[in-house]
Structures are given as C-alpha cells and as structure tokens.
C-alpha cells in the first residue's frame, strides 16, 4: 500500500471558520494531489502540486489555497468554509512524471454547518 | 470539453452472472485509461492502466479493454467480495478527469 496519511479523518465545522487538511506521504514522489469526491460529480481535482513550493489550480479551486513547503507534506486550505465545501476529501500521489496511476488516501469526510 | 461518461449509473448482479461495465470518453490523445475500484468509505485503488486501442489487462475476475473511444470492464463469474464503486479516469494534461462510477452489487 502507498504510504499516504490524511488528517484529520473525519471534520465538523461551522460556516466562515478556516480548515486545514493535511496529506503525508512516506514514498518521495514529486506529484500530490488534492481532489473532492461529491455524489454525481465524481472526483473532481481541486490542486495539485509537482514539487516544493510548485503548485497549481484544478478544476474546483476557488475557495481554496495549498501549500507544499516539503516533499512529503501537502496542505489544503479552506479560509473561510462554505457549506458547499462539504465533501469528501482524497490526497493522490503518484510518481510517473504524473501521468502514471494515482493513489489515493483514506479521505477526509468535511461537514460545515 | 474533455469527459468520462460511465454506464451503467449502478448494477446488481447475482453471484457468478458474468457482466461488463462501460467507460466512454472525449478526448483526443489519450494518454492514459485508468481503473479504479472504491469501497465505501475508502480512497480508490488502482487496479488497471491501458494506453493504445486493443490493449487488454486481467487480474483475477476482472478484464479491462480499451478501443479508441471506449473501456470495458469485464466481470466473469464474480462474487459477493467485488461488491464495489468501478471509477475509470483518464490523463489531461497533469489532470486526471475521473468518471462518476458505476456501482457494482453482487448478491449471495
């Protein structure tokens, strides 16, 4: 199994506070995704990172930051949460010059209230 | 736009009646088809890659195809343990453009 650990795994929150989910991997690859998972939209990619400091905008980015400050460690941010922002949340790496298969973490389940 | 289209939206099926799933896209230039199997509660797992029209890969009961504007997963005989969400996806650009699923219950 891919050494990916998010965090926390399970997150309930109110309307307007900030949120941060955490992505940890132990395989050193360069590329670190962060997609949401709705019913009848399926995963839909929100940032993905390819390196150290080096990141970009998916499809579904608005109302969210990243940041990846080492190898093993990307962060998604939620400013300000949103009840639409409730989802579930999936970290992804893969290590193929990121175009290879993805594999996925355990999810964050996020609830705002 | 570049889309993955998966059908059917949900499928049961009794043990051992042998199916397939459908997996159709837009893009031109495919890099890559992907497979994905997704318990609940669960991060999907990866269960197949397929790059050029006629490629075909198995695993145990599984049997994925690719032509030129579609993928098959083929299931022969399964079991109740396949019970599962299929998700395909492919490349675009550094993207992954992942279709809804098809959810696959097999009963005893």
């Known amino acids: 199994d891919a050494g990916i650990t998010q965090s926390p795994r399970h997150k309930v929150t109110e309307t307007g506070t900030p949120v941060t989910l955490r992505c940890h991997q132990t395989?050193?690859?360069?590329?670190m995704y962060w997609y949401r998972q709705d019913p009848g939209h399926g995963l839909r990619l929100i940032h993905y990172?390819?390196?150290?400091?080096?990141?970009d905008k998916g499809e579904v980015s608005d109302g969210y930051s990243v940041s990846r400050s080492k190898t093993e460690d990307f962060l998604l941010t939620l400013e300000s949460a949103t009840s639409s922002q409730t989802s579930v949340y999936f970290c992804?790496?893969?290590?193929?010059?990121?175009?290879?298969?993805?594999?996925f973490g355990e999810g964050s389940r996020l609830t705002v209230l | 736009e570049d889309q993955v289209t998966q059908s059917p939206e949900a499928l049961r099926l009794q043990e051992g009646e042998s199916s397939s799933l459908n997996c159709s896209y837009t893009?031109?230039?495919?890099?890559?088809l992907f497979w994905y199997r997704q318990d609940p509660g669960k991060g999907p797992e990866f269960l197949f890659t397929?790059?050029?029209a006629g490629e075909e890969k198995e695993k145990e009961r599984l049997k994925a195809t690719l032509t030129k504007k579609e993928s098959f997963l083929h299931i022969t005989a399964p079991k109740p343990e396949d019970s599962a969400t299929y998700l395909c996806?492919?490349?675009?650009?550094?993207?992954?453009?992942f279709g809804p699923g098809t959810r696959l219950s097999v009963l005893p």
């Open positions: 395989e050193n690859h360069r590329y």
């Open positions: 990172s390819y390196g150290v400091k080096d990141t």
């Open positions: 996806a492919h490349n675009y650009g550094q993207n992954f453009v």
């Open positions: 397929l790059y050029s």
């Open positions: 992804a790496i893969t290590g193929q010059g990121g175009t290879g298969e993805l594999f």
């Open positions: 893009v031109s230039g495919l890099r890559g």
